[in-house]
């Protein structure tokens, strides 16, 4: 399951919901997400922006 430090979804009016620190999965009718908040399960999705930050390397 991917891992993103920010998670954020466009709905379909537009307006967007963020998300930090989660765990997703698309699935074939939107998206769900488990946060520390709890899980997620949206349906009215246009589209996803995940971004994880890279660890340094040594």
Same mark, same amino acid.
């Given at each position: 399951?991917?891992? =993103?430090?920010? /998670?954020? @979804? @466009?709905?379909?009016?537009?307006? +967007? !919901?963020? #998300? !930090?620190? @989660? $765990? #997703? +999965? /698309?699935?074939?009718?939107?998206? $769900?997400?488990?946060?520390?908040?709890?899980?997620?399960? /949206?349906?009215?999705? /246009?589209?996803?922006? =995940? #971004?994880?930050? +890279?660890?340094?390397?040594?």
């Amino acid at each position: 399951m991917p891992h =993103a430090d920010t /998670l954020t @979804v @466009v709905h379909h009016d537009d307006t +967007q !919901t963020r #998300y !930090t620190d @989660v $765990r #997703y +999965q /698309l699935i074939r009718d939107g998206i $769900r997400i488990w946060s520390r908040e709890g899980e997620h399960s /949206l349906t009215d999705i /246009l589209m996803t922006h =995940a #971004y994880r930050r +890279q660890e340094p390397k040594n």
